[in-house]
Nanobody, 122 residues
């Protein structure tokens, strides 16, 4: 079982930036994918981006348009989500998730962190 812990959320003004971290521990392996999702109040959880640990290849949602960037640090077993030019509509709980299979939907990911709140004020 992989344990995921998110950090880095907080309150930021519109146009600002945050970097979220997702630290993994437990039964980790190189053959896995770690992704970021977010869920705003009253909305479904949506995919943001994911990265494959053995290839460092990122996969991002079409709506991102370059504002968010995913990366990983193998030595720290940590995945990051750099978020720039944040807007009030980015306000949500951000989750990281992990799996060793295929796909980028909520149902594809087996392990989830507890989430970190991001609030963007106008």
């Amino acid at each position: 079982q992989v344990r995921l812990v998110e950090s880095g959320g907080g309150l930021v003004q519109a146009g600002g930036s945050l970097r979220l971290s997702c630290a993994a521990s437990g039964r980790t392996s190189s053959n896995r994918i770690t992704g970021w999702f977010r869920q705003a109040p009253g909305k479904e959880r949506e995919f943001i981006a994911a990265i494959a640990w053995n290839s460092d290849l990122p996969h991002s949602a079409n709506w991102l348009k370059g504002r968010f960037t995913i990366s990983r640090d193998v030595a720290k077993s940590t995945v990051y989500l750099q978020m720039n030019n944040l807007q009030p509509e980015d306000t949500a709980v951000y989750y990281c998730a992990d799996h060793t299979g295929f796909g980028y939907t909520v149902a594809d990911f087996a392990s989830w962190g507890q989430g970190t709140q991001v609030t963007v004020s106008s």
